[in-house]
Structure formats: C-alpha cells, structure tokens
C-alpha cells in the first residue's frame, strides 16, 4: 500500500493550496480517509476526514470554513483544498487510510495507513 502526497508548498498569508493523496496497493473505495498535520515540536493534529463514499465530512474546528476534502475514487485520490491560509497552518500534513471506520475517523490511532507526508509553509 502506498499513499502519496503532493501539492504542499510556500504559500503567503491568505493564500490556497491544493492537496492531494493518490492510493495504490488498495480498494481504495473501502477506506475511510483521513488528512492529518503536525507543526515542529507539536502533536500531530486531525485536520479532516471524509467516509469511505465521500457522502460524509468532518473538519478540525479552527479551519471549518477554509478547508474542504473531497475525493474521486475511480482515481484513487483524496483531495484537501486549503483557502484563507494562516502562518499557524504551517506543518507537514498526511494522508492516512482507514477500513474499519463505518463514516469518518478523527483518531489517527484508527488508520492503518499513512502517507509520508507534504509540507505546508504560510509565510510572507
């Protein structure tokens, strides 16, 4: 199983980005997927998590209203798109596959899989 990450990168204050996580190695349309993120020296954090039909989201608070994950599951990707970007959104932000969650999952401890992460830098 491999989860890939790509779209991290330096973006300005208030600016957007577009992540995105493909799949290989799994029925991807049977997992639960989830994005994490975690900044230096901090734990890492739930940032969104979306069910395994993508009828179903859930979102960390402090980013409700800027984030939305959405994914296609004939490409075998998930999707998060980042808007209003803070300096306090930067951190690496992984991707994770869960099987066993019936909707969405806010404990990483649920996942199985994880991505190897993409890095996310809001800077002037």
């Known amino acids: 199983v491999q989860l890939q990450a790509s779209g991290g990168g330096l973006v300005q204050p208030g600016g957007s980005l577009r992540l995105s996580c493909a799949a290989s190695?799994?029925?991807?349309?049977?997992?639960?997927m989830g994005w994490f993120r975690q900044a230096p020296g901090q734990e890492p954090e739930f940032v969104a998590a979306?069910?395994?039909?993508?009828?179903?989201?859930h979102y960390l608070a402090s980013m409700k209203g800027r984030i939305t994950i959405s994914r296609d599951n004939a490409k075998n990707t998930v999707y998060l798109q980042m808007h209003s970007l803070k300096p306090e959104d930067t951190a690496i932000y992984y991707c994770?596959?869960?099987?066993?969650?019936?909707?969405?999952?806010?404990?990483?401890?649920?996942?199985?899989?994880w991505g190897q992460g993409t890095q996310v830098t809001v800077s002037s």
């Open positions: 994770a596959a869960d099987s066993r969650s019936y909707g969405w999952n806010t404990d990483s401890r649920g996942y199985e899989f």
């Open positions: 190695g799994l029925t991807f349309s049977r997992y639960a």
């Open positions: 979306i069910s395994h039909s993508g009828d179903s989201t």
